[in-house]
T-cell receptor
Framework: AQSVSQHNHHVILSEAASLELGCNYSYGGTVNLFWYVQYPGQHLQLLLKYFSGDPLVKGIKGFEAEFIKSKFSFNLRKPSVQWSDTAEYFCAPYTGFQKLVFGTGTRLLVSP | NAGVTQTPKFQVLKTGQSMTLQCAQDMNHNSMYWYRQDPGMGLRLIYYSASEGTTDKGEVPNGYNVSRLNKREFSLRLESAAPSQTSVYFC????????????FGAGSRLTVL
């Protein structure tokens, strides 16, 4: 069965630090990849997505992610985080069958 | 355009009680989903409905039932609530031009005593 692994459960950064959150999935076929974000007290919303084409995708608020097929990875990056980026981030591969599988999430705390 | 609407937002139940979480979307989406979110476990799929008239089990279906009442509505029922079902429940939908991109409801926080 397909699965997804997020390596960092909690990350604490100072403002202006760079961010990279790891995500690996296990599925050998065509895959669509997503990162969702949940700000405190809010529901999940789409941060960015990869369907095909350029493996480096850009999302909202300066986030980007790189799809590396050979490594089954889709890591999330941001060059300079802000306090408002404090949230929980979920990686989610879609492998068909109408189901999206979510990772366990990474809680990011950005201190001002 | 309301998107995905869930009710109730909060609910406290006693063990053994039953309740239904309601979900409705106004985006003409084909697929609808129920997830539960627990600390350190991410979102786990309970049930989903790929289209009107069909429902399928997800990762954690035990103790739940669902009904896809029509294209807009997808309800989740707990027949006999247990403390292990204390969680935050999210309904989501997808379909149309944004295929596979989920739109989530605001969530329903359920506590079972």
């Amino acid at each position: 069965a397909q699965s997804v692994s997020q390596h960092n459960h909690h990350v604490i950064l100072s403002e202006a630090a760079s961010l990279e959150l790891g995500c690996n999935y296990s599925y050998g076929g065509t895959v669509n990849l997503f990162w969702y974000v949940q700000y405190p007290g809010q529901h999940l919303q789409l941060l960015l997505k990869y369907f095909s084409g350029d493996p480096l995708v850009k999302g909202i608020k300066g986030f980007e992610a790189e799809f590396i097929k050979s490594k089954f990875s889709f890591n999330l990056r941001k060059p300079s985080v802000q306090w408002s980026d404090t949230a929980e981030y979920f990686c989610a591969p879609y492998t068909g069958f109408q189901k999206l599988v979510f990772g366990t999430g990474t809680r990011l705390l950005v201190s001002p | 355009n309301a998107g995905v609407t869930q009710t109730p937002k909060f609910q406290v139940l006693k063990t053994g009680q039953s309740m239904t979480l309601q979900c409705a979307q106004d985006m003409n989406h084909n697929s609808m989903y129920w997830y539960r979110q627990d600390p350190g476990m991410g979102l786990r799929l309970i049930y989903y409905s790929a289209s009107e008239g069909t429902t399928d089990k997800g990762e954690v279906p035990n103790g739940y039932n669902v009904s896809r009442l029509n294209k807009r509505e997808f309800s989740l029922r707990l027949e006999s609530a247990a403390p292990s079902q204390t969680s935050v429940y999210f309904c989501a939908s997808t379909g149309g031009s944004g295929a596979n991109v989920l739109t989530f409801g605001a969530g329903s926080r359920l506590t079972v005593l």
